[in-house]
């Protein structure tokens, strides 16, 4: 199937309020500019090197999303080129995005989703559901930095009970974090094996690649 079928079959999927962010990584510029021509304008990529050959090739009114774990000496290459960072994964990592964008002295804050922990696997980055409550009372806002809402990833397993569990307590977590932080209205959560199950929990951002770009 064409990577226009497939988007269209997603959308269809989709309700109103979610929003489609395409996952491009690993993807070449001419399979991203024939999504962009099926309508698609948000993208997401993980790493800053292939986002900056990407972002210099394709048209600029293209929303990037930074969806892979950040180093810290990519920050400052990244931020002209974003509008949402998703795995903000330690408070380390939410002042070094505070202090560049001082530095940089930009116009808008930074969008930025803290990513929380639930799957089994140990390897997986982000806040535990526990160290985000204490997140409340350490970090103070900043005004060049906006926390919009958080992200997480469900195990990677065929059980679905435990994806829709994980995905029900990232939607917790998110109701309990919006109490206290205003700004926070981003739930992403979904990918192309579970993102059906993720809008079942709340979800309002699915980051799907492989469904739209792979069985093209
Ligand atoms: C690669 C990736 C995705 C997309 O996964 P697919 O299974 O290809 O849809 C979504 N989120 C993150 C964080 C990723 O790294």
Redesign the pocket.
Known sequence: MSIATNIQTIRTSLPQEVKLLC?S?YHTIEEIQEAYNAGERCFAE?RVKELQEKYAALPQDIEWHF??HLQTNKIRPLLPMVSLI??VDSLYLLEAIEKEAEKQDISQPINVLLEVKVAQENTKYGFTPEQLRQIKTVHTPHPKVCIAGIMG?ASNTTNEKQIAQEFQTLYEVFEDLKQTIPTVKVLSMG???DYHIAIQHGSNLV?????IFNNA
């Open positions: 996952v990584k993980s969806i892979g998703h795995g990833m990918m192309s094996n980051r799907i690649g492989s469904a």
